[in-house]
C-alpha cells in the first residue's frame, strides 16, 4: 500500500511539476507524431469477413473452413428481373444480352465466367427470370464486395418501362451492408465531435476551455487506433467494422467524462489554493482514485468479453479496453498539463478566482439533496416502484435476431429485389444450404436433406454421389422454401442437422448463411447469460475495494439493474411504438448492459467516493448532501455528453446501431438524473453509516440519530 500511495504521489508530482509538465505534453507530441501514421491504416486491418463474426466452434464455421478445400470462399450476387405481366420477348433479349456481359467481367473479384442463368420461374409466359453471379471473396474481398455488386449493376441497368431489376441475394445485401458501414469511422468521429463540442460549451461556458479535454480526447483516439492497428496487423487481435466503429464512441464518451470529473475538482480547488500546481496536485490526488477505479471498471468488463463465444463480441473486448485505457491515461497525463500550461484564464469568462465563492454549496443540487434528506424512504420507494413499472416495458422486448429486410432503416435496393424474388422463386433462393460429408455416405445424406418439408428436393445442385471430392469428403447445396433469414428456415437447418446427423458414419455438417444466422444467434444467447454475470461481479469487487465496504456496492449494483431494466423496458416501448421497428438483435441486451453498466457505474463512483470523503469529516448523511451538491452538475454534463456520443450511432443506417445508440443514451439519462441522483442520494440517505459496513465508517462516522445533522443543515438554510 506504501508503494502504491508513493507512486501516485510521483505520478502527480510529475504530471504537475512546473518543468515536468511540459515533458508531459512533449512526449504525447512524440507519441501521436508515431502513431498518426499507423491510426490512419485501422480500416485496412478490419477483418469483416464470416469468420470474424461467427463463433468459433460453429457448425456453420466449420462447414465455411471446410469449403474453403472445394472451391475459393464465393457470395452469390443474384439479379433478378420480373414483369407481373410476364416478361416480354424484348425482356428475354436484354436478359441474354446482361448475360453475356456479366460473364465477360472479371473485377473486383467477380467470377462472370462462372454465372448461371437465366433461370425462369415457369416454363411458359415466365413473369421472372434469376442470374447467379459468384463473387470470389479473400483477404480483403469484404471491402471490395460493394464495387462487385456495382460492377454487375453497371452490366445489367435499372430496369424501367415495368421491368424490374434489383440485385439481391448474399452478394447484393452484404454489398448494401458494406455501404452502410463506409465511412463509419468519419460519420462517427464528427457526429462524436460536435456532440462533445455542444455539450462542454454548454457544460463550461468557456468557448475556450472546451478545447482542453477535445484536444485529449482526439490524442487518445489517434493513439489507440495505432495501437490495435499494429496488433491486428502483428499480434492476430480481430478489428471489424463493428468494434471500430464502437471505439470512436467508447473513446469520446468516457475520456470526455473523465476529463469533466476531473476538471470539476480542479475548479473547485482552483478556489482554496492560489498556486494553480498545488490546486491541480490535489484535484488529482483527490478525484484521480476515482477517475481511475471507473476506467479500470469500464476495462475489465470489456475484458470479460473475452470470454463470449461470438467471435465479433469477443474481438471487441480488447479493442473497447484499450481505447478506454489511452482514454483514461490521456486525462490522467495529457490532459492535467495542459490545463496547467494555459492557466486560470483558459475557463474565460468564469475564471474561477482564489478565494471565490464555491457556487455548489447553495445550487439546485444542494436544495434537492436537503429536500431528499426530509423523507429519503419515501423518495426511494416511490421511485423505485416507478421505475419497476416503466421497466415493464421488457415484455414488448423481440431481441430474437432481425432479419435483413429490418436491418436497415431505410431500403435499399438488395431488400426490394428480395421481396421480389419471393414472389417468383423460393424464397432461399441464392443463399441455399452448404452440406459437408463423408463420400461413402454422400447418397444417403442427400437423401435426407431432400426429405425434409422446408428443402426443395429437385434443387440440390450436383448428386451426392458425383459431388466434388477432398480428403474423402463432399460438399453440395440445397436450396430452402422460406427466405433465407427466416425462423422457418432457421428451423428447417436445425432439422436437416439431426437428419443428417443421424446418417452412420457421414460426420455430416450442415452450413451456409442461415445456419450461421443460427449459430451466431444460439452463441449470442449463451454470452447473455455468462457474460451478464460476470461484469456484475467485476463491478461488485471494484466497488468494494474502492469503497472498501459490501453494503455500498451490492445498493449501487441493484440499482444499476433496476436502471438497466428500465432503459430496455422504455426502450421496447419506443422501438415497438414510435420507430416500428421490428424486433432486435439477440445481442442487443448484451451490449446495452455492458455499456450502461460499465460506464453509468462511473457516475456512482465519483459520487460514492465523494460522499466517503465528506463522511469521514462530517458523518455518512450530511455527507450525502454535500457529496449531491459537489458532484451533481459535473456528473449531470457528464451523462448528457455520454448520451450524445452514444446518440450518435443513430446517424447510421443500420437498424442495430440505432437500437443499441438509442437505449444507451436513455440509460444513461436515467442514470444521471433519476437513479444516482435520487434513488442512490435517498438510499444512501435512508441507511446511514450502515452503508459502509464492514469497514470503521459504518460505526465511527459520528451519527447519532437518524436525520439531526442533515435536518440542522436543512433547518439553517431556511432560515
Not at 431528499?372 to 420507494?381: E, H, N, Q, S, Y
Request: glycine fraction near 10%; charged fraction near 15%; include cysteine.
Amino acid at each position: 500500500m506504501r508503494q502504491l500511495d508513493a507512486w501516485k504521489r510521483n505520478t502527480i508530482r510529475f504530471v504537475c511539476g512546473r518543468r515536468s509538465k511540459w515533458l508531459v505534453v512533449a512526449l504525447w507530441l512524440v507519441v501521436l507524431v508515431i502513431a498518426a501514421p499507423f491510426g490512419s491504416k485501422l480500416n485496412s486491418a478490419q477483418d469483416n469477413d464470416a469468420q470474424s463474426w461467427l463463433p468459433g466452434s460453429a457448425e456453420s464455421t466449420q462447414v465455411l473452413d471446410i469449403s474453403e478445400h472445394f472451391r475459393p470462399e464465393q457470395i452469390p450476387g443474384v439479379v433478378i428481373y420480373a414483369r407481373a405481366s410476364g416478361l416480354t420477348a424484348q425482356d428475354r433479349q436484354q436478359i441474354a444480352q446482361d448475360v453475356r456481359q456479366i460473364k465477360a467481367l472479371r473485377a473486383h473479384g467477380v467470377r462472370g465466367a462462372e454465372t448461371q442463368g437465366p433461370v425462369f420461374d415457369r416454363q411458359s409466359a415466365p413473369r421472372a427470370a434469376q442470374i447467379y453471379v459468384p463473387i470470389t471473396m479473400n483477404a480483403q474481398g469484404w471491402q471490395r464486395i460493394a464495387p462487385a455488386v456495382d460492377s454487375i449493376r453497371d452490366q445489367v441497368g435499372r430496369g424501367g418501362g415495368g421491368l424490374a431489376v434489383h440485385i439481391t441475394g448474399p452478394g447484393g445485401t452484404s454489398a448494401d451492408f458494406s455501404k452502410a458501414f463506409e465511412g463509419i469511422d468519419t460519420t462517427l468521429l464528427f457526429s462524436a465531435m460536435t456532440v462533445v463540442i455542444v455539450m462542454l460549451l454548454l457544460t463550461f461556458r468557456s468557448p475556450t476551455l472546451l478545447f482542453v479535454p477535445l484536444l485529449g480526447v482526439v490524442a487518445a483516439l489517434f493513439t489507440a487506433q495505432a495501437l490495435i492497428y499494429v496488433l491486428a496487423k502483428h499480434a492476430g487481435l480481430t478489428v471489424n467494422g463493428q468494434s471500430a466503429g464502437i471505439l470512436t464512441v467508447l473513446v469520446f464518451g468516457a475520456g470526455t467524462d473523465y476529463a469533466l470529473l476531473l476538471v470539476a475538482r480542479y475548479r473547485e480547488e482552483l478556489r482554496r489554493h492560489e498556486d494553480r500546481h498545488e490546486a491541480m496536485a490535489l484535484a488529482m490526488n483527490r478525484a484521480g482514485p476515482a477517475v481511475l477505479a471507473s476506467g479500470l471498471t469500464v476495462v475489465l468488463s470489456m475484458l470479460v468479453l473475452l470470454a463470449a463465444e461470438m467471435n465479433s463480441t469477443r474481438g471487441l473486448g480488447p479493442v473497447a479496453a484499450i481505447g478506454v485505457t489511452i482514454a483514461l491515461l490521456a486525462m490522467l497525463t495529457l490532459f492535467p498539463a495542459l490545463l496547467l500550461i494555459f492557466g486560470r484564464w483558459i475557463f474565460w469568462p468564469a475564471v474561477p478566482h482564489f478565494g471565490s465563492a464555491d457556487p455548489t454549496e447553495g445550487g439546485l443540487w444542494a436544495r434537492m439533496g436537503r429536500r431528499i434528506a426530509r423523507r429519503p424512504r419515501l423518495v426511494w420507494g416511490a421511485t423505485a416502484v416507478a421505475l419497476v413499472a416503466l421497466s415493464l416495458g421488457l415484455f414488448q422486448l423481440r431481441a430474437a435476431g432481425i432479419a435483413n429486410a429490418d436491418a436497415f432503416t431505410n431500403t435499399p435496393d438488395s431488400i426490394v429485389g428480395q421481396k421480389v424474388s419471393a414472389r417468383y422463386f423460393p424464397a432461399g433462393t441464392g443463399d441455399p444450404l452448404v452440406i459437408v460429408s463423408n463420400k461413402a455416405q454422400a447418397t444417403q445424406v442427400g437423401r435426407a436433406v431432400a426429405a425434409d418439408r422446408g428443402v426443395v428436393p429437385t434443387s440440390i445442385g450436383v448428386p451426392p454421389g458425383t459431388a466434388p471430392e477432398h480428403n474423402g469428403q463432399v460438399l453440395f447445396e440445397a436450396t430452402m422454401r422460406a427466405p433465407a433469414d427466416s425462423d422457418a428456415a432457421k428451423a428447417t437447418v436445425q432439422r436437416v442437422r439431426d437428419a443428417v446427423h443421424a446418417v452412420p458414419g457421414a460426420d455430416a455438417r450442415v452450413g451456409g448463411g442461415t445456419a450461421a444466422l443460427l449459430d451466431m444467434e444460439n452463441a449470442q444467447t449463451h454470452d447473455n447469460y455468462l457474460v451478464i454475470p460476470l461484469v456484475l461481479t467485476v463491478v461488485l469487487l471494484v466497488l468494494g475495494v474502492l469503497l472498501r465496504a459490501l453494503v455500498a456496492p451490492l445498493l449501487l449494483i441493484g440499482t444499476v439493474v433496476l436502471s438497466l431494466a428500465t432503459a430496455l423496458g422504455l426502450s421496447a416501448l419506443a422501438f415497438r411504438h414510435v420507430f416500428d421497428y421490428a424486433g432486435e438483435d439477440v445481442a442487443f441486451p448484451l451490449f446495452v448492459f455492458v455499456f450502461l453498466v460499465a460506464l453509468g457505474i462511473d457516475y456512482n463512483i465519483f459520487l460514492t467516493t465523494r460522499i466517503r470523503e465528506e463522511a469521514m469529516r462530517q458523518g455518512t448523511r450530511p455527507g450525502v448532501v454535500t457529496g449531491l451538491a459537489t458532484t451533481g452538475a459535473v456528473i449531470t454534463s457528464a451523462g448528457l455528453v455520454l448520451a450524445g456520443t452514444f446518440a450518435a450511432l443513430g446517424t447510421l443506417p443500420m437498424v442495430g446501431f440505432a437500437e443499441i445508440g438509442f437505449a444507451v443514451a436513455l440509460g444513461v439519462l436515467l442514470d444521471t438524473f433519476v437513479v444516482r441522483s435520487v434513488l442512490v442520494t435517498s438510499l444512501f440517505l435512508d441507511v446511514g453509516k450502515k452503508v459502509w459496513w464492514p469497514h470503521h465508517l459504518a460505526h465511527e462516522d459520528g451519527e447519532s440519530h437518524p436525520h439531526e445533522a442533515v435536518g440542522a443543515r436543512v433547518s439553517q438554510s431556511s432560515e
